[in-house]
C-alpha cells in the first residue's frame, strides 16, 4: 500500500504545485488588472 | 586514465570560459548578480547546479544503496516543493528588493547593519564550512579516479571552481553551473538504461533488486528490514523523512546559495520560471538516479565506501565515454557548488563587512578589485583548511545547510509577510536560531540521542521564532522600514507584462504535465515490477 501511495505521491507532489502555481499566478495577474482599472479611473476622473 | 582526462578536460573548459567572461564583467552588478541579466536556463542551471554536489550523488547514493531508495524519494518530494514555494514566499520579494547580497536585503528591510552583519556572519560562517565539506569530498573523489595524492587532488580542485569564480564572479559561475546542470542531468538520464541493461535488463533487474535476500525490502517505501538496517521501524523513518525533506524545502527557499539566484534574473516572472523548473529537474534527476542504484545492489553488493556506488557504475557498468560523462559530471556537481559558494562568501566580505564596517562606499572599480582580492585569500583559506583537516566531514556540510533554516527561516518570512516585527527580533532570531542548531549538534556530539523530532535544526528554528517572537517586543519599527516593505510587496509590472504574463501562465501546466508523466514512469520502472517481484 505504501508503495502504491508512494507511486502516486512522487509524480502527484508536481501536479499539486502546479495547482499552487496556478493560484499564485492567477493572484498576480489580477494584481496587474486591479491596477490598471484603478489607473483608468484615475484618469478618466472616477472615484 | 581516460576518466582524469575527462576531468581535466572538463575543468579547462570552465577556467576559459571564466576568462572570456572575465572581460565582459565591468562593474559590480556585473560582478555579483550578472547584471540581472540571468535567463530562465540560466538561472535553472544555477539553482540546482548549487543545490546538487557530492552529498547528492556520493553521500545520498550511497544511502540509497545501504538500502533506502524510496525513503530517500519521499524526503524529496517535501524537499522539491522548496523551489515553488519559496520563489513565491521570499525568492520573487528578495528580487524586487535589487540587493547585491541576501545580508544586504535583510540589512536594507530592517534598516540595520547589525543585522545585516548578522546575516553576513552566519553566510560566511555557515557557508565555509560547507565549502570545506564539498571540496574536500570532490578533492577525495578526483584522488581515488586519477590516482594523485590527496592534497594535489585539493590543488586541482581549488585551482579549478577559483579561478573562473574569482575572475567572472556571478556571471561565469552562472554560466559554468547551466553547462555543468546538463552534464550531470544527460550523465543521470543516459546511464539508466545502461545500468538497468547491465543489472539484468528491464523489468528483471528491478525485480531482482526487490528480492535480493541481502538488502530485504530495499524497494519498499521504508527501505531495509532485518539486521542491517539502521532507520529505526517504519513510522520512524517516514517521520525522519519528511521532517529533514521540509528542512531541506526551507533550506531551498531561504538559503542565500539558493536565494541569491534570483537576484540574477533578469525578472521576476523568470526567477518564478525558474523555481518550476527547478523543481521538475530535481524531481527527475533523482527518481532516475536512484532506481538505478538500486539495481547496481544485485551487481555488486560490496561497494566500500557506499558513496562510491555511482561512481563504481561509471567505471564498470556502463561503456566509458558515458563513464567519463558520469564522473565529470558528478566533478561538475561538486565544483559548480564550490563556485557558488566562493562567490557568496566573497560578495558577503566585501559589501556586508568591509563596505559597511568602514562606514565606506567603494567605488565600482575599488569593488570590483576588492571583492577579487577578498575572493582569493578566502579561498586560499579554505585550501588550508581542506589540506588541514580530515577530508570527508560531510556532517559539517550538513550542518551548515539546515543551520539557515533554522537561523534565517523565521526571519526571512516574517520579513516580508510581518508588519510587527522589529530589528531587535531579526537580529536576536538569526543569532539564537544559529546557536540553536550549534548546540543541538554539540549534544550529539557529545553522545547525547536525540529523537527525531529533536532534530539540532527543529531546536534551532523553535528558539529563532520565539527569540523573533519575543525580540520584536523591543525597539521601533521605522518609516524607512515600512517604505521598503511596502515597497517590495509592490509587484513591478514589466514594459512587456502581457506577452510575460501570458508565458508564465504556461508554467502550471508544464508542472502538472511533468507530475502525470513521472507518476507514469514510476508505475512502469518501480511499482510494476514491484508488483511482478512479489
Known sequence: MGEFIFSLGYGGSLIVLGLITHLFIRKMNHDVIANQSANTDKRTGIS | ?534
Not at chain 2, 441 to 469: C, D, R, W
Request: hydrophobic share 50%; proline share 4%.
Open chain 2, 1 to 534: 586514465m581516460i576518466y582524469t582526462i575527462g576531468i581535466i578536460v572538463s575543468f579547462l573548459l570552465y577556467a576559459l570560459i571564466g576568462v572570456f567572461l572575465s572581460k565582459r564583467v565591468k562593474n559590480s552588478e556585473e560582478y555579483y548578480v550578472s547584471g540581472r541579466k540571468g535567463s530562465t536556463l540560466m538561472v535553472t542551471g544555477t539553482l540546482v547546479a548549487s543545490f546538487l554536489s557530492t552529498v547528492s550523488f556520493m553521500g545520498e547514493a550511497g544511502f540509497s544503496y545501504e538500502g533506502y531508495p524510496i525513503l530517500l524519494l519521499i524526503l524529496v518530494i517535501f524537499n522539491a516543493t522548496g523551489y515553488v514555494i519559496g520563489v513565491f514566499c521570499f525568492g520573487r520579494y528578495l528580487r524586487r528588493s535589487k540587493s547585491l547580497t541576501v545580508p544586504e536585503y535583510f540589512g536594507d528591510r530592517f534598516q540595520s547593519n547589525k543585522v545585516r552583519m548578522a546575516a553576513a556572519i552566519t553566510t560566511i560562517l555557515g557557508i565555509s564550512a560547507y565549502l570545506v565539506a564539498v571540496t574536500q569530498g570532490g578533492a577525495v573523489l578526483l584522488s581515488e579516479i586519477s590516482g594523485a595524492s590527496y592534497p594535489v587532488a585539493l590543488l586541482i580542485m581549488w585551482l579549478a571552481y577559483a579561478s573562473f569564480t574569482v575572475l567572472s564572479g556571478a556571471k561565469g559561475v552562472m554560466v559554468n553551473d547551466t553547462i555543468m546542470f546538463f552534464l550531470f542531468s544527460i550523465a543521470t538520464y543516459i546511464s539508466f538504461p545502461y545500468i538497468i541493461g547491465k543489472a539484468g535488463g528491464f523489468p528483471d533487474a528491478i525485480i531482482k533488486a526487490a528480492t535480493n535476500p541481502d538488502r530485504p525490502d530495499l524497494l519498499s517505501w521504508h527501505g531495509i528490514t532485518g539486521p542491517n538496517a539502521y532507520m529505526g521501524a517504519p513510522w520512524e523513518a517516514l517521520l525522519w523523512a519528511i521532517i529533514l525533506g521540509l528542512v531541506w524545502s526551507a533550506v531551498i527557499a531561504i538559503s542565500p546559495w539558493q536565494s541569491s539566484r534570483y537576484l540574477m534574473a533578469k525578472n521576476e516572472h523568470v526567477a518564478i520560471r525558474s523555481g518550476v523548473w527547478a523543481t521538475i529537474s530535481i524531481i527527475t534527476i533523482y527518481l532516475f538516479l536512484h532506481i538505478s542504484i538500486s539495481t547496481i545492489t544485485t551487481v555488486n553488493p560490496n561497494i566500500k565506501p557506499t558513496e562510491k556506488v555511482f561512481i563504481w557504475a561509471a567505471m564498470n557498468m556502463v561503456p566509458k565515454w558515458l563513464g567519463v560523462i558520469i564522473v565529470s559530471g558528478i566533478m561538475a556537481a561538486a565544483l559548480s557548488s564550490c563556485a557558488s559558494f566562493l562567490q557568496l562568501i566573497g560578495s558577503s566580505i566585501t559589501r556586508d563587512i568591509m563596505e559597511q564596517s568602514r562606514n565606506k562606499t567603494y567605488t565600482d572599480s575599488q569593488l570590483l578589485r576588492t571583492s577579487r582580492i577578498s575572493m582569493i585569500i578566502v579561498s586560499i583559506i579554505i585550501l588550508l583548511i581542506g589540506l588541514w583537516q580530515p577530508p570527508s566531514i560531510m556532517w559539517i556540510g550538513y550542518f551548515a545547510a539546515t543551520l539557515f533554516a533554522a537561523s534565517w527561516g523565521p526571519v526571512a518570512f516574517a520579513s516580508i509577510y510581518s508588519k510587527k516585527i522589529t530589528k531587535t527580533g531579526a537580529l536576536w532570531s538569526i543569532i539564537v536560531g544559529f546557536l540553536g542548531v550549534v548546540l543541538g549538534e554539540s549534544l550529539k556530539k557529545f553522545g547525547v540521542t536525540l529523537p527525531v523530532y529533536l532534530n539540532p535544526v527543529i531546536i534551532g528554528v523553535v528558539l529563532s521564532s520565539l527569540a523573533l517572537y519575543i525580540g520584536s517586543k523591543f525597539g521601533t519599527i521605522t518609516m524607512e522600514e515600512k517604505e521598503f516593505q511596502k515597497n517590495i510587496l509592490q509587484r513591478p509590472i514589466e514594459p512587456n507584462e502581457k506577452e510575460e504574463m501570458a508565458v508564465s501562465k504556461r508554467y502550471p501546466f508544464y508542472l502538472v504535465a511533468s507530475g502525470i508523466v513521472i507518476i507514469i514512469v514510476t508505475f512502469i520502472f518501480y511499482y510494476w515490477p514491484l508488483q511482478l517481484a512479489m
